[in-house]
């Protein structure tokens, strides 16, 4: 079975500030993907980053960034000086091949970036 | 990146109605669909899978007379709610695969259904 946990239900913190979402995955399979997107009150879902389960490397985008460790089975994502169009509802997601490719979504964490 | 798009983005109905929500792919093709619905504040559940030319996998719990769903076309691909109740009101999203799987996977702009 496959399962992604978001346990940070809503996050507000003052902009500048930097915030970690938390990702906590479950699968036994030994090839899966990681997501994360955002969906701002438009509904849309936006598409951050996607990591295979081969690459442990930790990556930078801009103010994004993201730290993948299978030996805890999480892949954290943080925000650096944060700011006020940040705020979103952010959903860590994973795909499993012997899961039928389908995307599980975790619950998703409200982010609120105070100005 | 590819393109999805959904239609239309919002559609109010009356109860007893049936509609129709289109899923397209428009600058590639998409073998596998997926369609997913999202209750306010709440995560997107994953309704069912659909493949063009085969019939669709549904979800546990998810009713197959109620979501119906079509796959005729690799850019396209339908979900229709059939005799809508005001409980069927919700967010309906569908994301199309590209190549093997759902390595890369676009959504659309998602569908805001509203039965009165």
């Known amino acids: 079975a496959q399962k992604v946990t978001q346990a940070q239900t809503e996050i507000s913190v003052v902009e500048k500030e930097d915030v970690t979402l938390d990702c906590v995955y479950e699968t036994r399979d030994t090839t899966y993907y990681l997501f994360w997107y955002k969906q701002p009150p438009s509904g849309e879902l936006v598409f951050l980053i996607r990591r295979n389960s081969f690459d442990e490397q930790n990556e930078i985008s801009g103010r994004y960034s993201w730290n993948f460790q299978k030996s805890t089975s999480s892949f954290n994502f943080t925000i650096t000086a944060s700011q006020v169009v940040d705020s979103a509802v952010y959903f860590c997601a994973l795909s499993a091949v012997r899961g039928g490719d389908k995307i599980i979504f975790g619950k998703g964490t409200r982010l609120h970036i105070l100005p | 990146g590819a393109v999805v798009s959904q239609h239309p983005s919002r559609v109010i109905c009356k109860s007893g109605t049936s509609v129709k929500i289109e899923c397209r792919s428009l600058?590639?093709?998409?073998?596998?669909m997926f369609w997913y619905r999202q209750f306010p504040k709440q995560s997107l559940m994953l309704m069912a899978t659909?493949?063009?030319?085969?019939?669709?996998?549904?979800e546990q719990g998810v009713e197959k007379d109620k979501f119906l769903i079509n796959h005729a076309s690799l850019t396209l691909s339908t979900l229709t709610v059939t005799s809508a109740h005001p409980e069927d009101s919700s967010f309906y999203i569908c994301?199309?695969?590209?190549?093997?799987?759902?390595?890369?996977?676009?959504f659309g702009q998602g569908t805001r259904l509203t039965v009165v």
């Open positions: 994301s199309a695969g590209r190549g093997r799987g759902v390595t890369e996977a676009f």
């Open positions: 659909s493949n063009e030319g085969s019939k669709a996998t549904y």
């Open positions: 600058d590639f093709q998409a073998t596998t």
